[in-house]
């Protein structure tokens, strides 16, 4: 039976082609792609039939990496309902915004991580929250459970519609909503996998959050569609990440730029990457001393991929160490003027891409969407250059979004939350240097004439509200902002990715 081009059809058609295949390595926990089909299946018929998951209904995933993560996913694109993972380090007020904006049907999650929800009880009913602990308790899931179960809603699911939600930091002060359909997300997987020519069998270290786009899409969705083997990491331990990179023998790894400096920093033996094949950062743009560091004490060079949340992969770095990247097959990159015009070859613009992995627009914000969206096409946001050859090099950003080893905040988003204090005349959020030249967030605050307004009380109050990856390390009180501080952003004030 041909499937169709869907999530489901893609992975039920690796499941039957590699059944015995390990997909899954979680601790002692081992799964094949026989496994993870019938455990999906039975997810996803727990899911409608006890907690009325129904198509087109959003299904938060409130979870670290692990095999409750890949089942969900799965199940809900079995369920034809829209996936929608958020950061686990959010607040019950960040919480709350999603709440108020979307009709989210469920919440998937751990005991463990309950407690942000159960402040939520106002908005979103217990009986609504679904806790995996014990979710297939006394189930002989291998056995009731499989790829027929999970192709029996085949019919009902369209792969133009959207299979995932994704939250992105922008420039807004509130979060954009992207929607990811199942074409983008298969799309997506294998243009990634043909540029980094890989093979199907291969051993993923995932430890990149998966509720991050990067996460997500180099550590879950393309392994996972790869039809290779995912070694779980629920969170970056350096003494568990040294033992699951030596004792799995990890073929590739996709981390962050903040995982590459923390094997630096830890100064991990020297043999644990022997067995990589490929070495990759996305996220961000990684330190070439770090860069330089790892190929000096590992012999690993590491490759840059470019993407978006909004545009998957666009462009990788070639295994030659050049700088320029090059675009992945079907993506189409195009550096523009103001006007979203072409600038000629080797001027710089803002980098927009065309492909069938990027999304049409951002949900429920029209105006959003028609000044990042135009023909097709995304506008990133970055600035770059194309070369003659078509290859790609990334300048910096263009919008005030600050980028955390990976993980992109909102500045707009923090100032609002300042301007909360009384104290609080004007402020202004970015990006400053910090320990090892890593980037931590700067608040300058002008307060009110004779404000005793101290930095315990400005931390103390951005906990209330945000998460803690999102709250100012660095505090600085003034008696009043320069002039073109105090009106309209302006680019310069953001820090240069170069």
Sequence with gaps: MKLPDTIIGRFCELASWHPDRLSLIAGEKRYTYHDLACLSSAYANCLRESFSLAPGDILVAWLNNGPEFVASFLAAAASNAIFFPLNINLRPAELRWYLDRLPIRSVVTKQALLAPWEALSDRLPPSRIVTVDHLLTGTDWLATSGIDSLTQNMAQVSPSQPAIYFSS?????????????????????????????????????????????????????????????????PSFVPSRFSAALTGHQIQVLVGSPAIFELLVQFQMDAHCLDSLQLCASSGGPIAPQTSNEVRRRYGKAIRQVYGSTETGVMAIEPPDGSPAAVPVPHVSLSVNDAEGRSVPQGEEGEIAARGPAVVSG???????????????????????????????????????????????VDAVEIENVLRQLSDVVACRVFADDGPQ??????????????????????????????????????????????????GKRQVPWVRSEE
């Design 169 to 233: 930091s922008g420039s807004t002060g509130a979060p954009k909503i992207v929607p990811r359909s199942h074409l983008n997300t298969i799309a997506g997987a294998e243009g990634t996998a043909r540029a980094l020519g890989l093979s199907d069998g291969l051993r993923f270290l995932s430890v990149v959050p998966f509720y991050h786009g990067n996460g997500f899409d180099n550590s879950l969705s393309l392994p996972l569609f790869s039809s290779c083997t995912l070694v779980l990491e």
């Design 362 to 408: 951002y949900v429920n914000d029209p105006e959003l969407t028609r000044n990042a969206f135009f023909d097709g096409c995304f506008r990133t946001g970055d600035r770059g250059r194309l070369d003659s050859a078509g290859h790609l090099t990334i300048l910096g950003r263009i919008r005030p979004v600050i980028n955390l080893s990976g993980t992109k």
């Design 437 to 486: 030249q890593q980037q931590v967030i700067k608040a300058v605050i002008a307060v009110r004439e004779n404000s005793t307004l101290t930095r315990a009380e400005v931390i103390a109050h951005c906990r209330q509200c945000l998460a803690e990856y999102k709250i100012p390390r660095i505090v600085e009180f003034v008696e009043a902002l320069p002039p073109d501080l105090a």
